[in-house]
């Protein structure tokens, strides 16, 4: 009895576990979104575009973000952590301010956090050495250079990451308006 066949038998097998024709294909990502009103990533504020606006602007500084951007209407600033040796995280918020009613004494802040996620990358340098009759010689050198690469990027979702930012928001605003009055 030859072990051939048996050994092509089993890996046939095997492929026919990995890869099940009749599996269910996997959902797309844009199939969970909800579009429902009772996401979080809104709040209404009694305030003017530039008032709400400001606020945010104060949160984000507050907590040690940096404003990238502040135009009327929209401001855009970002964080970076090290959780680890290894791991490099960045935050970047947008906040959109629009009117919402006359007069412009109400206004509706609209927010979106993305978290991106880096690793370290290295790679060792070597030199290559050309010798005549031998032909080149690559030799490692013990330096490396290290660069951050980019492995995954998501909006962070609705939820209490955001109600603590709008809840900040609120007393930013408060405060402001106080200041004004």
């Known amino acids: 009895m030859s072990k051939f066949p048996a050994a092509a038998g089993l890996a046939l097998l095997l492929a026919g576990c990995m890869s099940n024709p009749l599996a269910p294909a996997p959902k797309a990502v844009y199939q969970s979104e909800r579009f429902?009103?009772?996401e979080t990533f809104s709040r209404l504020f009694d305030s003017s575009v530039e008032d709400t606006c400001e606020a945010a602007r104060r949160a984000l500084l507050s907590q040690g973000y940096i404003i990238n951007a502040s135009a009327t209407g929209q401001i855009t600033g970002s964080k970076r952590f090290q959780p680890n040796g290894e791991d490099h995280v960045e935050i970047?918020?947008?906040?959109?301010?629009?009117?919402d009613g006359k007069g412009?004494?109400?206004?509706?802040?609209?927010v979106s956090a993305q978290q991106d996620r880096y690793?370290?990358?290295?790679?060792?340098n070597s030199a290559s050495?050309?010798?005549?009759?031998?032909?080149?010689?690559?030799?490692?050198?013990?330096?490396?250079?290290?660069?951050?690469?980019?492995?995954?990027?998501?909006?962070?979702?609705?939820?209490?990451?955001?109600?603590?930012f709008f809840a900040l928001m609120s007393r930013m605003l408060k405060e402001q308006l106080s200041d004004k009055g």
């Open 92 to 99: 970047n918020f947008t906040v959109v301010c629009v009117p």
């Open 36 to 38: 429902q009103s009772d």
């Open 119 to 124: 690793v370290i990358k290295r790679s060792a």
């Open 129 to 164: 050495v050309g010798v005549g009759a031998i032909g080149s010689i690559s030799v490692p050198l013990s330096s490396s250079q290290d660069s951050l690469v980019k492995v995954a990027s998501e909006t962070i979702p609705a939820g209490e990451f955001y109600d603590r």
């Open 104 to 110: 412009n004494a109400v206004s509706t802040a609209y």
